[in-house]
């Protein structure tokens, strides 16, 4: 009698077996917490008595009345958008200027990369010592040229830009790098070709490299925008939100009701209209960059 094993050790069978404690731990690691976090979306859980109750989708309904959800939001946006945009700016602006040849190149480089070495706590609470009032170096430099000193932090019309500048100083250097390797992936070519046409520098910037340093531009763009989208550390440890909420932003918003107020399930609801509104911005951009791949190719 011919007994044949249940399970024979073939390439294939070695393959999956091989994959299987890898799968298992992105099972427990991303599978179980998504489906946890649902959970939790769909629930309201008393903090008197610990009782935990089916509130369907009114956590997520509660949201379209939420002044504070939408007092977050636009804050998370006016962040978002003027951090990248001065960011992209000064780092493209870098980038055109270091990626030429002149003495001590290498060392200005070096210069330019080290805030975005620093963890961003240290940093803020660094800006934080910097905004003082009374002590700051800020206003102390801003009464050398006959400026009254601000309220940098405490200002309810200056918090959120003080805020901003502090991600713009840190931050600058990410987009600079990227920018920089996209300009010295440019072949020198073209470059050549336009200077036999006679073009200009801004004819050549327009036509050559802007239109071949958009892939980079789009990565550079897409991490920063997923980054400040969900930006906590630094307005946890600089204003906490205030003053009178004109720095909360959604993190913060997020943070401040699961973890403060105890309400899990409507914060868990606001992460995932969060988690939504970032994939689908960054699925556009995503998309632009496969675009600009097949056009390049």
Partial sequence: MNSKPLFRLTD??????????????LLILTVY?????????LQSVSIRTGAVTFAGVSNFTSIVTDDLFWNAAKNTAIYTVSAVVVEFA???ALALVLSEQFPARNVFRTIFLAPMMLPPIVVAITFKIL?????????WLLGLVGIKGM??????????FSLILVDVWEWTPFM??????????????????????????????????FPLLTPAILIAVILRLMDTLRIFDQVFVMTGGGPANSTE???????????????????????????????????????RLQAEEVFTQ
């Fill in 151 to 160: 309220l940098w932090e405490s200002g309810p019309h200056t918090a959120l």
């Fill in 249 to 287: 932003t959604l993190s913060l918003y997020v943070y401040q009701t699961g973890f403060r107020f105890f309400n899990v399930g409507y914060a868990t609801a606001m992460s995932f209209i969060i988690m939504i509104v970032t994939t689908l911005i960054s699925n556009f951009f995503i998309s």
């Fill in 12 to 25: 294939r069978n070695l393959r999956y077996l091989l994959l299987a404690p890898t799968i298992l731990l």
């Fill in 176 to 209: 600079f790098l990227i920018l920089l390797a996209g300009l010295q992936a440019i072949p020198t070519e073209p470059y050549e070709a336009a200077r036999v046409d006679g073009a200009s520098w801004f004819q050549a910037f327009r036509h050559i490299t």
């Fill in 90 to 92: 000064l780092g493209m």
């Fill in 131 to 139: 905004y003082m009032q009374q002590y700051g170096i800020a206003n």
């Fill in 33 to 41: 917490p998504l489906i946890y976090a649902v959970a939790a979306s």
